[in-house]
């Protein structure tokens, strides 16, 4: 079945980087979207960004545009997010969810990875 | 950026009531309107899209309706494994934006 597998927790502290990866199976990886989500505590859903694996095109949210890295490894079929400057902001679940439709970005997620939990602390 | 806000916060229900929930959008999304379900320490899963389809798998008691900015998830007999956060998510205009939930209990 199609599946999205993330990486364990991380606790970082202020200023470092983090990177999250999603590996896909069940279906052709390059062929659909994958997004990226988070929720920080309490809070909704706030979208990213996507990237399509096929080209390695990517598409961010402004309010992260320039410490907002993602990219893929077809040889894998793995997506990362990359996430620098951290700041107690970014503390959050950070969910990866594939466009449900091949070749274009519908933003229509299903389905999605288990949630990575990322704690940014001294 | 379209404001999508969802009512009520939290829905306390018996098992077997009907379950509404609302959506509005502060400007009109079409019908490009989601909704989805999380449960604790799951993944979220896609229950209806473009407003008022069923996801694949998604039982017949969950319907949605509405369209521009007004919205709609029903659950129409609950049961004790929908207790969840329910969040809709437009994709109309970007960015796209998710409501900040309704938790439903019983």
């Known amino acids: 079945q199609v599946q999205l597998v993330q990486s364990g927790a991380e606790l970082k502290n202020p200023g470092a980087s983090v990177k999250v990866s999603c590996k896909a199976s069940?279906?052709?990886?390059?062929?659909?979207?994958v997004h990226w989500v988070r929720q920080a505590p309490g809070q909704g859903l706030e979208w990213m960004g996507w990237?399509?694996?096929?080209?390695?095109?990517?598409n961010y949210v402004q309010k992260f545009q320039g410490r907002l890295t993602m990219t893929r490894d077809t040889s894998i079929s793995t997506a990362y997010m990359e996430l620098n400057s951290l700041t107690s902001d970014d503390t959050a679940v950070y969910f990866c969810a594939r466009d449900s439709e091949q070749y274009q970005a519908l933003n229509r997620f299903d389905p999605w990875g288990q949630g990575t939990l990322v704690t940014v602390s001294s | 950026e379209i404001v999508l806000t969802q009512s009520p916060a939290t829905l306390s229900l018996s098992p077997g009531e009907r379950a509404t929930l609302s959506c509005r959008a502060s400007?009109?999304?079409?019908?490009?309107l989601a909704w989805y379900q999380h449960k604790p320490g799951q993944a979220p899963r896609l229950l209806i899209y473009?407003?008022?389809n069923r996801a694949t798998g998604i039982p017949a008691r969950f319907s949605g309706s509405g369209s521009g900015t007004d919205f709609t998830l029903s659950i129409s007999s609950l049961e004790p494994e929908d207790v969840a956060v329910y969040y809709c998510h437009q994709r109309s205009s970007w960015p796209q934006t998710f409501g900040q939930g309704t938790k439903v209990e019983i």
């Open positions: 400007q009109s999304v079409s019908t490009l």
């Open positions: 069940g279906y052709t990886f390059a062929a659909h979207y």
């Open positions: 990237i399509y694996p096929k080209t390695g095109g990517t």
């Open positions: 473009d407003a008022s």
